[in-house]
T-cell receptor
Framework: DTEVTQTPKHLVMGMTNKKSLKCEQH?????MYWYKQKAKKPPELMFV???????INESVPSRFSPECPNSSLLNLHLHALQPEDSALYLC????????????FGQGTRLTVV | AQSVTQPDIHITVSEGASLELRCNYS??????LFWYVQSPGQGLQLLLK??????LVQGIKGFEAEFKRSQSSFNLRKPSVHWSDAAEYFC??????????FGTGTRLTVIP
């Protein structure tokens, strides 16, 4: 199984809503990532978890709150988002050994209205 | 810091023609390098990767890439393009651990 599964595939939320994005992998990877991708742009790193601990936060606003409840799951909690936060949110996982490839999910297309 | 640049924003090729997508890296030591492909609205799929050793790397879907230290390049090639290859292609390099820095991408259009 080389899949990273993200739910939901699409999400529309208001600026006062609270929602969560979910990501799951069963490859035994101990590093998991959230990336944000705006239209016609490359993915940009948001957060990195290594062994279920947050190791990198790329100065992401606090309205985005990541959580790694166990080695297979990664969540991104969303609250009080702005329309400019609308984007494709990609989850990825990899082994922690340097230079190993990351496996990406299909993404969640988020629209903030 | 490690980075990659992709000079071509958009390339159009005819089906059956050969393809070369350019990627230049900036890093002192021998880098790890990746090529990913993204179809519209989809996630990213790894095409191939370079770690060390043989400078010509074979990937999936008939793609290959050649690492050239003298030119700081890692160009992606395919001898005969199929219509299904139309997509966005990203070159990437790990920064820190395995989190990736992506180039700006090259959009490939395939005409019949």
């Amino acid at each position: 199984d080389t899949e990273v599964t993200q739910t939901p595939k699409h999400l529309v939320m208001g600026m006062t809503n609270k929602k969560s994005l979910k990501c799951e992998q069963h490859m035994g990877h101990r590093a998991m990532y959230w990336y944000k991708q705006k239209a016609k742009k490359p993915p940009e790193l948001m957060f990195v978890y290594s062994y279920e601990k947050l190791s990198i936060n790329e100065s992401v606003p606090s309205r985005f709150s990541p959580e790694c409840p166990n080695s297979s799951l990664l969540n991104l909690h969303l609250h009080a988002l702005q329309p400019e936060d609308s984007a494709l949110y990609l989850c990825a996982s990899s082994q922690t050994r340097p230079g190993t490839e990351a496996f990406f999910g299909q993404g969640t297309r988020l629209t903030v209205v | 810091a490690q980075s990659v640049t992709q000079p071509d924003i958009h390339i159009t090729v005819s089906e059956g023609a050969s393809l070369e997508l350019r990627c230049n890296y900036s890093y002192g030591a021998t880098p790890y390098l990746f090529w990913y492909v993204q179809s519209p609205g989809q996630g990213l799929q790894l095409l191939l990767k370079y770690f060390s050793g043989d400078t010509l790397v074979q990937g999936i879907k008939g793609f290959e890439a050649e690492f050239k230290r003298s030119q700081s390049s890692f160009n992606l090639r395919k001898p005969s393009v199929h219509w299904s290859d139309a997509a966005e292609y990203f070159c990437a390099v790990p920064t820190g651990a395995n989190n990736l820095f992506f180039g700006t991408g090259t959009r490939l259009t395939v005409i019949p």
